[in-house]
Structures are given as structure tokens and as C-alpha cells.
């Protein structure tokens, strides 16, 4: 069964946005929850925050992924900073629509009262971009499910997201809520949550039924499920078509590397890691 270790709840307000020091934000935080947002790709080292952070916004902007970069430095409580990334982002774009211009105007309105969080609400469904609106559905929704069931938004994300916001029972059920419908829906994303187990494999199925992809299947479970799950009748079958497959079309080099790369993986057996091994 899942078990979230008990967390601390702490109140934090908005570091650099002065007006809105009325507004005050639970979050939650355990060492299990800094771990699980490490895999989720949030490394920002908590004794060197602010520098960790503005590395990584960075980096999101050199690669135009303004508003991104703008949901993030919002999930953690830097208003100013998104304004300014989503500025940043209207001068070094072709932002014809001026949507980035007229967003950071928006965002800089947050604090003013409920007419603005009325507005939010109201303009939901005219914002094109998920970024965007997860970043107003953040600042207007104390409930979190316009960011948390926001399929636009990358699963790490949400992941990182609900690791801060959701107190340990919620994040329990929200867990458990994603890696049923990654297995469901064969999400190959979902394999951050199940990592290299049996729930793992079950996703990689849906993920063929679905895909027909069986090369992928393959790799993945060649390549990152431990040796005593490989011998899995279903491992075992993709494997062996992919095997099959190279053998029709004379790739006998291609074929000799991909079973030395299967073989290898037989020699050491790791623990496989996923977020919901919390202890």
C-alpha cells in the first residue's frame, strides 16, 4: 500500500511581490518530498534556493520555454520574476498576438481583490497556452485542480507541483490517481511514478496496445527493468519480436549489439527507485 511519510506544514508568502503580502500560502515540505521532486527534474538545492531556481529559469529561456519557465518561478512564489520572464519572453519572440505582454500585465494585477480571481476564472477556457493557465488557475483555485488535472502540464511538473501544495493525504490519493491513469492510458511518463516494477510492465503494455510501438516497449524494458522482471513472458515477447524484426531485415550487427546491451543489463541488479517508495 502507499504510504506518504508525514510532512511539515509551513506558511509562506509571496517573496517578491510587496502587495500581495496579505496572501499566505500553505506548503508542505518532508525530505521525502525534496527526494520526489528531484526525480520529477525540480533540483534546486533548498540552502541555495534562490541561485538553484534562477539557474534552471534560465536555462528554460534560452530554450523559448517562456511561460514554462514563468509557471515555475510562480509555483514557487515569485510573482515579479514571472512578470519578468513573461517580458523577457514578448521581446525575444515573434509575439504577434502580444499574449506574453498582456499575461505579464495580468499576472501583475494578482493580490488586487476577488474581481481579479473572478476574472481569472472567467477567462479559462481563452487561454491557449497550459502554461498560462496553470499559472492563473494556480492564483485563483485554492483547490489546485486546474494545475493538478491540467494534461498540458508535463506529469513531473504536476508531480512537482503536488509534492509543495497537497497536504500528505491528498498527495497520497493524487498519486495513486496518476499511476492508475498513466496505466491506463499506457503514459510511458507514468514510469517516473511506478518506476522498474510489475506496475511498470503493465503500463508498457498499454502502452503497445495502444501505440502498437513494440520496439520502444522493448527497449525500455531490455534496458531499465531489473533482471528478475525481464524474464517476464511480456518483456520476454517484445524482445523477441524486435529480435525477429532485424533478423527479417539482415540487420545481424544491430541484432548482435542489441542482445550484448540485453545481456548486460543481467549483470548487476539495482533497487528499482520511483516516487512513492516513501518510507
Known amino acids: 500500500e502507499l504510504t506518504i511519510a508525514q510532512s511539515i506544514m509551513e506558511i509562506r508568502s509571496f517573496y517578491d511581490f510587496p502587495s500581495t503580502s496579505h496572501v499566505n500560502m500553505r506548503i508542505f515540505k518532508s525530505e521525502e518530498r525534496d527526494f520526489a521532486q528531484e526525480l520529477c527534474g525540480w533540483h534546486f538545492h533548498k540552502s541555495e534556493m534562490n541561485a538553484s531556481l534562477q539557474g534552471f529559469i534560465e536555462d528554460l529561456c534560452k530554450k523559448k520555454r517562456f511561460t514554462r519557465a514563468a509557471m515555475i518561478a510562480v509555483f514557487h512564489l515569485r510573482i515579479r520574476l514571472a512578470c519578468d520572464i513573461l517580458g523577457r519572453g514578448a521581446n525575444e519572440t515573434d509575439d504577434e498576438k502580444s499574449s506574453f505582454r498582456i499575461a505579464a500585465i495580468a499576472l501583475a494585477g494578482f493580490g488586487t481583490g476577488s474581481i481579479w480571481k473572478a476574472q481569472c476564472t472567467s477567462a479559462q477556457k481563452q487561454i491557449d497556452d497550459s502554461h ?25 511538473d504536476r508531480m512537482g507541483f503536488a509534492c509543495t501544495y497537497l497536504n500528505d493525504r491528498q498527495l497520497s490519493e493524487y498519486v495513486k490517481y496518476l499511476i492508475q491513469t498513466s496505466t491506463t492510458n499506457g503514459n510511458l511518463h507514468g514510469l517516473l511514478l511506478t518506476g522498474a516494477t510489475i506496475d511498470g510492465i503493465q503500463l508498457l503494455q498499454a502502452f503497445v496496445d495502444r501505440t502498437d510501438d513494440v520496439q520502444t516497449a522493448a527497449l525500455i524494458g531490455a534496458k531499465i527493468m531489473p533482471p528478475d522482471l525481464q524474464s517476464d513472458n511480456r518483456i520476454q515477447t517484445w524482445i ?40
Do not use: H
Open 132 to 156: 498560462l493557465r496553470a499559472i492563473f488557475n494556480f492564483l485563483s483555485d485554492e483547490s489546485y485542480s486546474g494545475v493538478l488535472y491540467e494534461e498540458g502540464i508535463s506529469l513531473s
Open 240 to 279: 523477441a519480436i524486435i529480435r525477429n524484426l532485424m533478423n527479417t531485415w539482415e540487420l545481424y550487427e544491430k541484432r548482435a549489439a542489441f542482445d550484448i546491451s540485453v545481456a548486460s543489463t543481467k549483470i548487476t541488479q539495482k533497487t528499482p527507485k520511483s516516487i512513492f517508495l516513501l518510507c
